[in-house]
């Protein structure tokens, strides 16, 4: 899987290490496995409209993204057992619980990768 760097619009990081998951194998496994998401890191399903907790051992934030790398939404604290899904999305975001809102991501932020 490649590893990028996301940067906002005003070159300010918001994920040191994102796993880009952009074959099907990558997606459907994403985070599964994993006890844990360091703050820091990150894995962008790409394409992406719908993501699913099942057999997940801890909560995500989820942005949903344009195809531009642009905010559409943000899913705060989606917990295990959950499903999550946003019309118009063709990339999902997955941050540890409490990351969007501590690097303070919101709809109409633009992503870029560095």
Same mark, same amino acid.
């Given at each position: 899987?490649?590893?990028?760097?996301?940067?906002?619009?005003?070159?300010?990081?918001?994920?040191?290490?994102?796993f880009?998951?952009?074959? *099907? $194998?990558?997606?459907?496994?994403?985070?599964?496995? =994993?006890? !844990? %998401?360091?703050?820091?890191? +990150?894995?962008?399903? /790409?394409?992406?409209?719908?993501?699913?907790?099942?057999?997940?051992?801890?909560?995500?934030?989820?942005?949903?993204?344009d195809?531009?790398?642009?905010?559409?939404?943000?899913?705060?604290?989606?917990? *295990? $057992?959950?499903?999550?899904a946003?019309?118009?999305? =063709?990339a !999902? %975001?997955?941050?540890?619980? +409490?990351?969007?809102? /501590?690097?303070?991501?919101?709809?109409?932020?633009?992503?870029v990768?560095?």
């Amino acid at each position: 899987m490649k590893v990028v760097r996301l940067v906002n619009g005003s070159g300010s990081t918001v994920v040191e290490r994102c796993f880009v998951a952009d074959k *099907p $194998w990558a997606r459907m496994r994403g985070l599964l496995g =994993r006890r !844990a %998401l360091p703050s820091g890191e +990150g894995i962008l399903l /790409r394409p992406a409209a719908s993501v699913h907790m099942f057999f997940m051992r801890f909560a995500i934030d989820v942005v949903w993204l344009d195809r531009d790398l642009r905010v559409l939404d943000v899913k705060a604290n989606l917990r *295990p $057992w959950r499903t999550a899904a946003r019309r118009g999305a =063709r990339a !999902a %975001l997955e941050l540890a619980a +409490g990351e969007s809102e /501590r690097v303070g991501l919101r709809a109409g932020d633009r992503l870029v990768t560095a």
